[in-house]
């Protein structure tokens, strides 16, 4: 039974969603495999980062609407954990972080790689629009920073996570984290490790149930 996370690592309630299910899953009898799958929260080029909360302000009605959201999401990851520095972060066009994240896959090391991206962008203010920061945040986890960064430079993944990108229109997912489970059972929003659990048993009953 595997669990697919449709995610942005710009996105805060993501990584508050991914702390949850670990939560839950160290509670759960048995091998979950989870796989990491891409989701653009904006798509849009960013030339040159800007202060995240500037950014939210203009979509979001102002710059105080922007640091009480910000607020109020850093409380809630602080509860799991989780230290969010709004004040640190910038702005960043995701698609190459997702093309690392593919890579980390096939080495093993995708939710490692989701997890230190997460941590560079809310927690250290890391550009991680710049290849240069994505190869060195992929070193912190103990890949090869010269390899991920040939990659990058390459064309290699692009193609698959556009493909990605548009499976996950075509099957409705609209905003993140969202989590597919089994391939065919969807959970949506960052819910707490109760729900995850109740629903992980409800998916193995059905999967485990006489034909």
């Known amino acids: 039974m595997e669990i697919e996370i449709y995610s ?6 993501c990584w508050i969603g991914k702390r949850r299910l670990e939560q839950a899953l160290a509670s759960y009898d048995g091998h979950v495999p989870v796989r ?28 105080e609407r922007a640091e009480q959201m910000a607020d109020q999401v850093t409380r809630v990851g602080a509860q799991v954990g989780l230290a969010m520095n709004f004040d640190r972060a910038v702005t960043a ?37 710049s290849r240069a920061a994505l190869a060195e945040v992929a070193a912190g986890v103990g890949l090869d920073a010269e390899a991920v960064r040939g990659y990058l430079d390459s064309d290699a993944g692009s193609a698959e996570v556009t493909a990605d990108l548009a499976a ?39 999967e485990s149930a006489p034909l």
């Open 36 to 63: 990491y799958r891409p989701f653009q929260l904006d798509p849009s080029p960013v030339a040159e980062p800007t202060p995240l909360v500037d950014a939210l302000g203009a979509k979001f009605g102002g710059r």
């Open 8 to 13: 942005d690592v710009v996105c805060p309630w």
């Open 168 to 206: 996950a229109r075509e099957i409705g997912v609209s905003s993140v984290p969202t989590f597919v489970i089994a391939g065919k059972y969807v959970v949506t929003g960052a819910q707490e490790p109760e729900t995850l659990l109740a629903a992980l048993a409800e998916v193995e009953r059905r």
């Open 93 to 129: 066009n995701t698609f190459d972080a997702h093309r690392l994240i593919r890579y980390a896959h096939t080495q093993a090391k995708g939710p490692e790689v989701v997890e230190a991206l997460h941590r560079a962008h809310f927690g250290d203010g890391v550009d991680i629009g």
